[in-house]
Each structure stands twice: as C-alpha cells, then as structure tokens.
C-alpha cells in the first residue's frame, strides 16, 4: 500500500470525523447535503488519511472526540470547527454564527458533553460508513 500524502494546506476545508459514529455519520450527511458549492472533503479519524494529518497538525490525541475542520492551513477543534463549519453553508445557516459570543469554555464544555455521550444516544457503526458513488469523490482516501 502506498502512503499517504497531502498537501500541508489543501484547497479546500477537510472534516475528520469518527467514522463509526452514528450521529458523526449524520451530520457529515446533513453537511454533505447543505454544502451546495461541494467545497468540503471528508476522511474518518480510522483513515490513513486523517492519522497523517493528525501528526501534521500536532493534534493532541486526547481531544479528538468526534470531528476536526482543517481549513486554510489550520485545525479547528471542538465548537471552533463547528461554528467555523457552519459559517462556509448557505446564508440560511448563518444565523449559528451567534453562538461565537458565547465564551468558548462553555462551547467546548456543551461540545464534549455531547461527544462524550454521542455513542450512548445515538449508536455506533462496527465500520467507517462506505461513501456512495455520487459523493464518493469528496471523501480522501
């Protein structure tokens, strides 16, 4: 098998996020639905994909709960990438972009308790979801 590279700032926003999670699952479907201009690239935190990038972010592996938006040569964790995330959707979903004013240690705290939970309330896959054909291009391999 080949290893895997990237670029060290890709074109485009890329979304790691745990690939046996069923609410991680539902969401990446809900964005891959919403982002109507197909700027965003997923890979599962299984991948070999996502393990490099990891490293090349210097990510702390004890924080990657669920998801993590790399875009423009950074990586967003927690309800950073989230509301980060939301801010590149339809103008319809801007209105999310009130939540920057809430201090981002009650953010995180409302994001991990969630994470910590996700498994719990909404069930886990035994294997990374299989992309279908006419998204399958947006999901880095």
Same mark, same amino acid.
């Given at each position: ?15 790691l996020?745990?690939?046996v999670?069923?609410f ?12 109507k201009?197909?700027?965003f ?11 490099q +990038?990891?490293?090349q972010y210097?990510?702390p *592996?004890?924080?990657? !709960?669920?998801?993590?938006l790399?875009? &423009?040569?950074?990586a @967003? ?5 989230a509301?980060?995330l939301?801010?590149?959707?339809p103008w319809?979903?801007?209105w +999310?972009?009130?939540f920057?004013?809430?201090? *981002?240690?009650?953010r !995180?705290?409302?994001?991990d308790?969630? &994470?910590?939970?996700r @498994?719990?309330w ?8 299989i ?11």
């Amino acid at each position: 098998m080949q290893p895997v590279t990237c670029n060290l700032q890709p074109d485009y926003p890329i979304i790691l996020f745990d690939g046996v999670c069923n609410f991680c699952n539902s969401t990446v479907n809900f964005i891959i639905r919403e982002d109507k201009k197909k700027l965003f690239r997923f890979a599962p935190l299984q991948s070999g994909i996502a393990q490099q +990038l990891i490293k090349q972010y210097h990510l702390p *592996k004890d924080q990657l !709960d669920s998801f993590i938006l790399i875009d &423009a040569g950074k990586a @967003y964790l927690r309800s950073t990438a989230a509301l980060r995330l939301y801010n590149k959707l339809p103008w319809y979903w801007k209105w +999310l972009q009130l939540f920057w004013i809430v201090p *981002k240690f009650l953010r !995180d705290a409302i994001y991990d308790w969630i &994470a910590r939970n996700r @498994y719990k309330w909404f069930g886990k896959k035994g294997e990374c979801m299989i992309p279908t054909a006419d998204v399958r291009e947006r999901f880095l391999e």
